[in-house]
């Protein structure tokens, strides 16, 4: 069989691996060894663990990979097949004759279900928040014309794209939280997406990136996703809801490992302020906040009203309170920020790829 997009040999790093995994629906990979044969599949949830326990972009797939994967032999009827998938909802599963692929069978083509999100009751218990009220003076002279939730990404407003895909996903519940040019906001949203599902949120006048959220009626049984409107997350929200779940987190922050290369030497010193070392360019990866964040929505109960309060503020408050605040790493490459001009040109160059 030829090589495709969902092969990866055992010696790729993490880093190349997500820059796979970032192109491949399926989000699974199969891990190959020198002579092509599979050892093992590679999901986004594999990654995640390991990043989590050692935060090393640079490990090996082949460490990390799972290697207890299902498979299918030469015998294998359509009908086991189809139950299989139906079964575990394995994105691929091979065909291998001697661990050599023979085949590769994707869920999305043996069940034919191209929405697997839709109507599932997946998300019956989550609603989502978009945050659209700040002035985005990085975007100007757009932002002094137009609000940033207008700014247009492949032929149409960015807020758009970002509340497209949750009514695609079955979200029965979606506000926006509108400070500055709210009229024209508002009016856009009312006439462009003529449902019921959307409320709005004014603020009278700006009081951080939390604050509106408290005019939220809160709520024992439901979640909450809060999602920046300058943030387009190419992620399976299903996942990030099901691990925000499953870790009983109380709330989940979604962070993008980035790789930071500070393009100047550093100097290191030693207690006597003398030059010990100097680091040319030195390369770190951190995990960055991209802007969107999953909650219970009773912890709404811990933001003030009519008080300047940052998501910041929001977090520490409930670290203090000792909640538990988990991290959902995502790759840098399934996140785009265009709340800059720099990002939105690559946003754009994105698009154009697709």
């Not at 009514?167 to 997406?193: A, P």
Request: hydrophobic residues 35%; glycine residues 4%.
């Amino acid at each position: 069989m030829k090589k495709n997009q969902n092969t990866i040999s055992k010696n790729f790093t993490i880093t190349k691996a997500l820059e796979r995994l970032s192109k491949v629906k399926t989000k699974c990979l199969l891990i190959l060894d020198q002579k092509g044969l599979v050892v093992g599949t590679l999901t986004d949830g594999d990654i995640r663990r390991s990043l989590i326990e050692s935060k090393d972009l640079n490990n090996k797939v082949g460490n990390i990979c799972n290697k207890e994967f299902l498979y299918f032999k030469n015998n294998i009827s359509k009908s086991k097949i189809y139950e299989t998938f139906n079964k575990t909802k394995t994105p691929l599963i091979p065909l291998l004759k001697g661990k050599k692929i023979v085949k590769v069978f994707f869920i999305d083509e043996i069940l034919n279900d191209k929405k697997t999100n839709i109507n599932n009751g997946q998300f019956k218990n989550l609603e989502v928040a978009i945050m659209a009220g700040g002035r985005g003076q990085r975007l100007n002279p757009f932002s002094e014309l137009l609000p940033k939730p207008l700014i247009p990404i492949n032929g149409k407003p960015v807020i758009d794209h970002i509340i497209e895909k949750f009514l695609n996903i079955g979200i029965k519940k979606i506000y926006v939280t509108i400070n500055y040019k709210r009229n024209i906001i508002k009016s856009y949203l009312q006439d462009q997406f003529k449902s019921s599902k959307i409320s709005y949120l004014e603020e009278k006048k700006p009081l951080g990136t939390a604050s509106s959220l408290n005019l939220i009626k809160s709520s024992m049984n439901k979640n909450l996703l809060v999602i920046n409107c300058d943030t387009i997350l190419n992620i399976n929200f299903d996942k990030l809801f099901d691990y925000h779940i499953k870790q009983k987190n109380d709330f989940t922050l979604v962070a993008a490992f980035k790789k930071i290369i500070v393009p100047y030497g550093i100097c290191e010193i030693n207690k006597k302020q003398n030059l010990k070392n100097i680091i040319e360019k030195p390369t770190t990866n951190s995990l960055v906040v991209v802007g969107a964040y999953c909650f219970k929505k009773n912890l709404l109960k811990y933001i003030p009203r009519r008080k300047f309060f940052d998501m910041n503020d929001f977090i520490k408050k409930l670290i203090s309170k000792k909640y538990k605040v988990g991290i959902y790493p995502i790759s840098d490459l399934d996140w785009q920020d265009i709340g800059e001009w720099p990002e939105y040109y690559k946003t754009i160059s994105n698009f154009e790829k697709k």
